[in-house]
């Protein structure tokens, strides 16, 4: 099936030819025909499955198909609102609305915090068809009375699941009694907690139910490794494995801000160009480090969980994380950036003793074991005993004492690799599998 067949104008059907996409995604086969329908959509889609694409499209379509009263006098209203959880994923959204409706007479406008509002609300007072926004500068816009959303046809929620995470309900709930009764709502969400049914239960009327992928699966094509290590040389070895290996497009997660400012500054002096984008950075400088990832002018960048969400690199080749994700669920969203649309990419984790628990909740929410590399120059001292996590939600079990890695867990002996590992020794020491590039791709 092709584009062509969803019945979307001709204009939309240009642009995206464009851009050179030819076959819809399994969420596009389903979502667009839903929301061209006019009906409530609850989707569940992983980062990188084109979901954005999967609601812009067919959104452009209803937006541009029909006149829209605005009224008597003043500007026309805004007609649809893109609510997101981070500043990254507003960025990307409103450019995908912009790549897709540059042959429509629509506009789009972003609204983030972090940035001077007055140009925010000079903007609003010509049309906006379409607002992407997160819900904190939204809520500024509406106490400042520059935001009249009494005409809003079409609502989105995208990535829901990770705005309940970031606290963002109270602000949904106020939002959403700006809106008109008689609306169209769209949720996206990559998981269906409990937190989200209640949510869908209290906004969506009858929805259509899309759910395009296993909960908690990783792409076929992503090769993950792990590389057992003392948390005090985790550093160093990143160091090592993006010199070794040549890597000149690396996405590095930390748990918290401090440690994605200390990492980027080792690496920088180490001679690998590498920035750290999280909440405390002013927009401006998260702005410029990811348009310099983009463009492969920067290597590394270090960024938090929540700073990453939006990210969009369509082969990113290597995603590394620097410390384990508290969450199991956030290692697939995480390792979700690379491997998309059929590229290959490689996952790659530095585990110390200390996160051997959460390797283990990782592999049993994905239902495999992950292949462990010791990297020769590397290995982890066997005298290490673990300590609980700090700084990213402590109270992690204690291993037992003298317990060197996770391969001793096993059934290895101490200091040796894990079953599936290959202890590297002389001048190819810790090359990885698969590792060659496949190509260039909070509030």
């Known amino acids: 099936m092709s584009f062509s067949t969803f019945g979307l104008s001709d204009e939309i059907l240009r642009a995206v030819i464009e851009r050179g996409y030819t076959d819809p995604t399994p969420i596009q086969l389903q979502a667009i025909p839903a929301v061209l329908a006019g009906g409530d959509l609850m989707a569940g889609a992983q980062t990188g499955t084109g979901k954005t694409a999967a609601f812009t499209l067919p959104i452009l379509h209803r937006l541009s198909d029909r006149s829209v009263k605005g009224p008597s006098s003043g500007r026309p209203p805004i007609r649809a609102l893109v609510l997101?959880?981070?500043?990254?994923?507003?960025?990307?959204?409103?450019e995908s609305i912009r790549i897709y409706g540059k042959y429509l007479k629509l506009s789009s406008m972003i609204m983030i915090g972090g940035v001077n509002?007055?140009?925010?609300?000079?903007?609003?007072?010509s049309r906006v068809d379409i607002l992407v926004a997160t819900p904190g500068r939204l809520l500024d816009h509406v106490q400042q009375k520059t935001l009249d959303l009494s005409h809003v046809e079409i609502l989105v929620l995208d990535e829901a699941d990770r705005m309940l995470d970031m606290g963002f309900i109270r602000d949904i709930k106020k939002i959403l009694m700006l809106l008109p009764a008689q609306r169209q709502n769209l949720l996206f969400s990559a998981t269906f907690s409990d937190?989200?049914?209640?949510?869908?239960?209290g906004l969506l009327n009858q929805p259509a139910m899309i759910d395009v992928a296993a909960r908690n699966a990783t792409a076929a094509n992503v090769t993950h490794i792990v590389h057992p290590v003392d948390r005090e040389r985790k550093r160093d070895l990143l160091a090592h494995l993006i010199k070794q290996h040549r890597w000149s497009q690396v996405l590095v997660f930390t748990r918290t801000k401090h440690g994605a400012n200390k990492l980027a500054e080792h690496l920088v002096a180490s001679g690998i160009p590498s920035l750290?984008?999280?909440?405390?950075?002013?927009?401006?400088?998260?702005?410029?480090?990811?348009?310099?990832?983009?463009?492969?002018?920067?290597?590394?960048?270090?960024?938090?969980?929540i700073a990453a969400r939006g990210i969009d690199i369509s082969e990113l080749p290597h995603v590394v994380n620097f410390e384990l994700p508290n969450v199991a669920e956030d290692y697939v969203h995480r390792i979700g950036r690379t491997g998309r649309a059929g590229a290959e990419g490689d996952a790659v984790s530095l585990v110390c003793?200390?996160?051997?628990?959460?390797?283990?909740?990782?592999e049993r929410l994905i239902k495999r074991d992950l292949a462990s590399e010791i990297i020769a120059g590397f290995e982890p001292d066997p005298r290490i005993k673990?300590?609980?996590?700090?700084?990213?939600?402590?109270?992690?079990?204690?291993?037992?004492?003298?317990?060197?890695g996770r391969s001793q867990r096993r059934g290895g002996q101490p200091g040796n690799k894990l079953p599936s590992a290959r202890l590297s020794t002389g001048p190819a020491a810790g090359r990885m599998p698969a590792l060659q590039r496949s190509g260039g791709r909070g509030r």
């Open 195 to 201: 937190g989200i049914r209640a949510l869908a239960a």
């Open 353 to 362: 003793v200390d996160e051997l628990k959460l390797l283990t909740d990782i």
């Open 386 to 404: 673990a300590e609980p996590i700090v700084n990213g939600g402590g109270g992690q079990r204690r291993s037992p004492p003298g317990l060197p």
């Open 276 to 305: 750290a984008i999280h909440g405390n950075k002013s927009q401006s400088a998260r702005t410029r480090a990811l348009a310099e990832f983009k463009t492969g002018s920067l290597q590394v960048l270090v960024a938090t969980d």
């Open 84 to 94: 997101v959880p981070t500043r990254e994923l507003a960025a990307q959204v409103e």
């Open 117 to 125: 509002i007055n140009p925010q609300i000079t903007r609003l007072k």
